[in-house]
């Protein structure tokens, strides 16, 4: 048995032998939302080094996690994306960023892409709660647009402005990650500006129920 392995007869050891290296989940967080050039992996990673990011990508197709497929013409590039056996790690994935919510605090010089975000708003939504006309909320954090929207008990992000959002709601991120999870915070930031909202107010409070801020 190779030395990175626990070497125990146990489900969460074999899952940790495979999934709990530096770098892997992230690698997997960057898959969820489609598949990705090397290159955009490697923006999406800061930090990570080349021949580490090579690893593993190659230990998650070894795994069959991961696959490699190259994009019809005109883009004829070579993606990596999950595998039905890959995707089944997102439910980890969300409950382990619903619990790190709570860690994140003030922004101290980390590095951030607004991409990162949307595993916030997959854990935030409240697909039970759903009802009526589909509802797009564009967030802008620290000025970086990104938008959600809320369809048949489902939700769906893209990166960028959205082009007719309903409710847009803006601040920087540290600001906006601890508002999700404490709402007295989000009432206090919210009347000293440092939150705002713009919307007809049954947008907003219809945004805020879906999302569980209310």
Known sequence: MSGKSYDHYCALAKALDLVGERWTLLVVRELIEGPKRYTDLQEGIPGIATDMLAARLKTLEEAELVERRVLPPPAASTVYELTPLGHGLEPTIRELGRWGLHLLGKRKGEAFRVQWSSIWFRIMFRPERFE??????????????????????????????????????????ATLSRAAHDREFAKEAAAKGKMRTTGTKENVKRALYLLGLR
């Open 132 to 173: 009526g006309s589909p509802l797009v909320v564009q967030f802008e954090l620290s000025g970086e647009p990104i938008h959600v929207r809320m369809a048949d008990g489902a939700i769906e992000t893209a990166v960028g402005p959205a082009a007719d959002p309903d409710v847009v709601i803006a601040g920087d991120v």
